[in-house]
């Protein structure tokens, strides 16, 4: 609080106004007693609580446009997960200055690359993909006759 009282001594009545620093807060008033002490009238709170955004988590799998440096209690920063079908994480500004999380983002899903896929001299496929999810198919028909053709399937292990 901030006052522009300066006199050395006051006399009974005299009133000395504090002006808080925080908005929606009554001012201070202090008004000598014949006692010889200041009774006081109001008070001071304490600053509002926020959140910094510099104590959001770092989400390696989203995207987020939280950008002002504090938040109040209740406001939200939502991040957005990067792979198809997740729902998005929302941070809330507790009244403890700390961010509350409701949801997760995922890992990146598995795929097998058509790298891994071996090559087999004896046989051809028309396997072009890049990388395949779980549970693609590759197929490989053998060249000689009466062998059953090789079928890959992309696990989960990738």
Avoid: K, M, R
Avoid at 43 to 69: I, K, Q
Wanted: glycine share 8%; charged share 15%.
């Amino acid at each position: 609080a901030n006052h522009s009282c300066t006199n050395t001594s006051y006399s009974v009545g005299d009133q000395c106004e504090y002006t808080c620093e925080f908005p929606g807060e009554d001012d201070l008033i202090f008004i000598c007693l014949d006692t010889g002490l200041w009774n006081q009238t109001g008070s001071c709170g304490e600053p509002p609580v926020t959140c910094p955004s510099s104590t959001l988590p770092t989400e390696s799998n989203a995207n987020h446009s939280c950008t002002n440096a504090t938040y109040s209690v209740g406001d939200l920063c939502e991040y957005t997960c990067e792979f198809p079908g997740e729902d998005d994480l929302i941070f809330i500004c507790l009244d403890t200055g700390l961010w509350n999380q409701t949801g997760a983002c995922g890992e990146p899903p598995v795929t097998c690359p058509s790298s891994t896929l071996p090559t087999e001299a004896n046989a051809n496929h028309s396997c072009t993909n890049t990388s395949y999810s779980v549970g693609d198919q590759c197929e490989y028909t053998c060249e000689f006759p009466g062998e059953d053709d090789l079928i890959f399937i992309c696990l989960d292990t990738g």
